[in-house]
């Protein structure tokens, strides 16, 4: 056909069949006898993705809701005490105390108000630090934290997150008490970390590169726990890792894509959680876990977790627990350095979900947990039994 000039020129709409066409080259108009039709590439991208929904960068929600100076001198003397407990010949009890995850930042306030006037008690023997967790990893499904859906009904508003848990976190450090969550989502930190005083990679995320080298590069001592199965060597490695310098995928405080350069996290520690096989904090398992440790090269210094498979997932168990770990502390035990307690005003869990009315105050939506009165006496407790320790 002499009219056609191959399928050169641009592409157009044709306006019988609606199809993308190419007609003839050098800008000629394309005409009927000219049209070749062009099939669409094939989508081979983001075919199961329903919606992409922007979020403030980092630098938009830092200048939004800022640190003050008065917070950010404390988020640093407290993860510097933290280090020392850890690390060093500090022989004060480092104690993680607080919900298993928050759902109602007003139920959370008042336990901190109360936590707040404890921690000032004790804080001769035991260093209080306040567990403040917004992201929960699921085992399959379920609510996945106030940073993902902090409306409680599934609508996954994360900005509103963001801004509720950063609110929250400022609220917590203003009441006079050191934070602590568990960083579940790599981006997250950008938006929350500079007011972190201790975090957790937990035992479903320990064996995780993008974890490890998210640690790596984090601010504040950090504790990962063993796994799901047990395994306290997954956890050392994760150690390790996180020690090294790591370059990986991240985001910038602009939220532009960036490869992300570390210097690697000393202050990482172990935490024991028990596993499949059952508990592990009994002296022969802390021993175990010491000798692990030695090998590695890393120092003896262990957290043991009272909840989760430690306590057979019965928060009941959890004074039972602490009483164990503080007899081999008693008898002379020096690797053992602090605890982690899950507690709420009120005891044990509620199902969820639920409508946000008929919801119980201050019961967790999640891990079930001791209530306040369980958890004042406790601390009183742990905080006479390490007397002799301070004479």
Request: proline share 7%; aromatic share 6%; with cysteine.
């Amino acid at each position: 056909m002499a009219g056609r000039l191959g399928v050169g020129g641009p592409p157009f709409l044709c306006p019988k069949t609606f199809r993308l066409c190419h007609g003839p080259s050098a800008g000629l108009p394309p005409t009927p006898d000219t049209w070749q039709i062009r099939t669409p590439v094939r989508n081979t991208s983001d075919i199961n993705v329903v919606e992409t929904r922007a979020l403030p960068s980092p630098a938009k929600l830092l200048t939004e809701l800022p640190k003050t100076e008065a917070q950010a001198d404390f988020v640093a003397r407290s993860r510097e005490d933290i280090h020392r407990i850890i690390f060093t010949d500090d022989r004060r009890f480092l104690l993680l105390v607080g919900p298993c995850s928050i759902h109602d930042v007003e139920a959370g306030r008042d336990y901190a108000r109360k936590l707040a006037a404890l921690a000032g008690e004790v804080a001769d023997r035991v260093m209080i630090v306040m567990r403040v967790y917004f992201e929960k990893p699921r085992t399959t499904v379920g609510w996945k934290g106030l940073i993902m859906d902090p409306h409680l009904d599934g609508s996954h508003d994360i900005a509103a997150g963001l801004r509720l848990a950063r609110t929250f976190l400022r609220d917590v450090l203003d009441a006079g008490l050191p934070t602590a969550t568990e960083l579940l989502d790599p981006i997250t930190p950008q938006y929350i970390a500079d007011l972190i005083c201790w975090s957790a990679v937990g035992a479903r995320t320990t064996e995780s590169q993008t974890h490890r080298q998210m640690a790596s590069g984090l601010s504040m001592p950090l504790g990962f726990k063993n796994g799901t199965d047990g395994s306290i060597q997954t956890a050392i490695n994760a150690i390790k890792a996180a020690a090294q310098p790591q370059t990986f995928l991240g985001i910038g405080l602009d939220g532009a894509a960036s490869a992300v350069v570390t210097r690697g996290n000393p202050n990482c520690h172990l935490v024991l959680r028990g596993g499949i096989p059952g508990p592990n904090y009994s002296p022969v398992h802390i021993a175990q876990t010491e000798q692990l440790l030695a090998k590695a090269g890393l120092p003896k210094s262990i957290l043991v977790d009272c909840s989760h498979d430690n306590s057979a997932k019965q928060p009941e168990r959890q004074p039972e627990v602490m009483r164990a770990i503080l007899a081999q502390i008693t008898a002379g035990n020096t690797s053992i350095m602090g605890a982690m307690v899950e507690s709420n005003l009120g005891a044990g869990s509620q199902a969820f979900p639920q409508p946000r009315a008929n919801l119980r105050y201050g019961v967790s939506i999640t891990d079930a947990c001791i209530d306040w009165a369980t958890t004042e006496a406790l601390v009183r407790e742990i905080h006479a039994v390490l007397a002799p320790r301070f004479a």
